[in-house]
């Protein structure tokens, strides 16, 4: 592919402990990513994953994979310990953003991205209204009129499909799958170009898991936002990713097209996974 | 009980440390300077912030004005300006204008300050983002990185609900562009006397321990929404009662006969000295 | 006129001074300090550890001052403490050479030195003593002579170098001593509390904390709204330790003299990791030290210092924010009572905007 990716991320590294003799060179060998002297995890060794415009990336890995990790360190919640990442749209220099000050993280995580969680206690104020939750990622990004947010906020509302006479309720007050509608709402306030979704439909219905998907690939089809999904189910993949990464023990052991990796998987546990799927 | 301790009451090593902080949160406007607040013979809570730094500041040549909620003689205020008197001697005054050192409780003076005039307020919850962010950890952060939007979400959910921005006492302010800061609970009436003011202002919480300036001529803005301008307290259509001045904060009055409310100016000092004015004018 | 304005506070403030001051005395009685320090030790103790000052005659004369008050008499000794100035600071104390009076373990019954029971009223049943209503000379010189024909010395055996529990079980190899940190501790009255918190920082709040304030969230976390371990007290001692200065123009430490505190280790098990990833327990302590003699709260202080450092932000006894900034008896007995004060043009601002808002909805 000659396009640039939107998206890069080089040799991303992240442990949580300083490392001793004994695992800093033999991170390969170690079992269950955990050092047993030093109890260093090293939760995500040298990840490197490219999006690329209006594509939807799936991560599917087991809980403890790192696939959140690499999610998280994409929207600066998570510090790296090593690696690269750039962001190639117009504004943007092409400058390491794990190396950005943090007010220029704060800048590009509000303007640049948008961020669903599982829990949506991360990523709602859940006593305030549906309204100022949607509104905050725009104020964040000094948007200082009232009636034209509000505004923006009602077109949102549509999109995902929340009535807007609910608009002024508080998220505590909605069911599970209204709550993840709200965040999508509040991702898409700034239009970001990149979308980051983290096991978004884990803990909900069926039904519910299917509309919110639904809602997803509209959003993907008219908006062209490119996005990337992490999920330990291979079913939500397997419905909108076009391209998926495949993480065991913090690492990638397969890549490829969405299709490709489904029909011919060749990492035993891709193919364990998949197996399981049919 | 006769005073038998330092003048001041606190020991000078300890009056030192302070001014150090007050130099520190003069140089950086609306930056809350962290300081080891010390116990005073008040309570917490009960302008100990405010009297730290009138006690670490007064010298003899100074004439020092105690008010509380605009009033000269409020209880408070007379246990403030006796322990200050108690404690150094120095003389006290009435009038804003005479006054170098003015210490108040929620409330500035309607006399605007001149240069070379400190006004110390009294601050219970220095911290403007603490009704958002309970931690102070997370609060630090935030002023560093001069994230705000959380107290600009507070308003937006206001208007959303009320139709209004400003509801309250002590509404934010952004100070020299940069820090956001509580102007302690001073009515919003009086936050736009923040601006540009000649005096220099200086804000003290003891059971909080910071310190907090506002130096003279620094811009001080009330946080609102360009079309929810800030908007302050309204006594449209109402005077005082005994000098009919509309220009000031009025406190309501409820007659117990008739139950029908009433309005007289707020700052006691300032109506005394116009009902004075006039007496001699009559006179005179 | 409907309204007077406040005036006359001054003749109100004297007033009211002046009826503290009658109903002190006003039965003719008054209570003398040395009075206070022989028969009240225990609220002496509390308010010279909630005072962090430790000094009996003047904590008596604050409790004398207080009407028994102990949150009115920690506020006097505090207020006093703002007018001295810090000159020194004391060497180092090692607890190890405490002249002991009293100490016990629950975690171990035979314990080197062996367990000193001393002075307490743990296994006194609390009836109300009505003889006590009638106590004469006669019946004080009783009592004393009665525990000398007994005790042929009137205090406790003096006992000094008795070995510490802690150093017993580090030696089972179940407890590993920290990397010794020999930074100079954070002192909170020269510098305000910070967040993140030192532990030196935490210490310094928990023994200043009011004694039912640490006691109470001590309890809350051992019942359920901490990370609700039970601990166990390895060692819980009282008794006397020296204090030196360095520095007077001299090259010896200059001796001060003795103060007695209460100390406490309780040991807490808690699960690792071996080498194999196998899981195996070991333990940590929680560390309480107050002026005095104050059990309950040097136990609680303990339970505290241990949860605070967890950082399990789920639970609030192991939020330094939440508990340091909540036990200090001058910060909350003030902010609480200020309620007392008058909000007028707060409350008026207040009105204003919910009245706006209604003539809105009209």
Redesign the interface.
Known sequence: MAEKPILALKHFSKQYGSGCDHCRDNRQELTKNICPFCQTVYAVDDVSLDLYKGEILGIVGESGSGKSTVLGSLYFNVEASEGEYQLNVPQSQPLNLFEASQQKKTRIRNTMLGMVYQNPMLGLRMKYSALSNIAEKMIAANHRNVEAMVERSRQLLDVVDIATIRMKEAPVNFSGGMQQRVQIAKALSNNPPVLLLDEITTGLDLSVQADVLDLIKTIQRELSISMIVVSHDLAVIRMIADRTIVMVNGRIIESGLTDQILEDPQHPYTQKLVYSLL | MKYQGNYGFLDELSKKEIRRSILKAVAIPGYQVPFASREMPIARGWGTGGLQLTLSLVGPQDCVKVIDQGSDESVNAVSIRQLIQDTTQVETTWHTREATLIQSRHRIPEVPLKEGQILVLQVPIPEPLRSVEPSEEETRKLHAYGEYSLAWLKIFEQIIKFDQGSLSADHPVLVNHRYLMAPSPIPRFDNPKMNYNEGLILLGAGREKKIYAVPPYTEVKSIDFDDYPFTFETFAGKACRLSGLTDVFLDEIIDPKTQTASYQTNDQSYLLEILDEREKEKHG | M??V??????A??EEANRLVDYHRVKSGRYLDVETIKAGLKPLVDQVMSESSLYDEDLAALAIKQAEGSPEEAV?LL??H??????MYYSETVDTRNMRVMRRISASFKDILGGQILGKSQDFRHRFLDFDLVNETDATVAKTIASFLDLAPEPEPLALTAIPKVIDYLAQQGLYHYPPLDDATPDD?????????SSRSQRLQSLTRGQSGAVISLGYAELRGFGISNHPNIGELRVGMIPLEVQGLGREEPYYFGEIEVTEVECFVAKEV?D???QVTKTFDIGYGITFGHNETKTIAMSILDYSLEQNDKAHPTSNP?FVL?SIDS??S??????LK??????F???????R??KE?KV
Do not use: C
């Not at chain 3, 304005?5 to 001054?10: C, E, L, S, V």
């Not at chain 3, 403490?81 to 810090?86: A, D, G, H, M």
């Not at chain 3, 909170?188 to 993140?196: E, H, Q, V």
């Open positions: 409907g309204y304005a406040i005036k006359g506070g001054q109100a403030i506020f505090r207020a403490r703002s007018t001295l100035p810090r909170i009255t020269k510098k305000s509390l910070s967040f993140p990791k080498e194999q990833q924010e900034l001058v910060e007995t003030g902010f609480i009572s200020h004060l008058p909000h007028y043009v707060t008026q601002s207040l009105l204003d905007g919910i706006s808002i809105k």
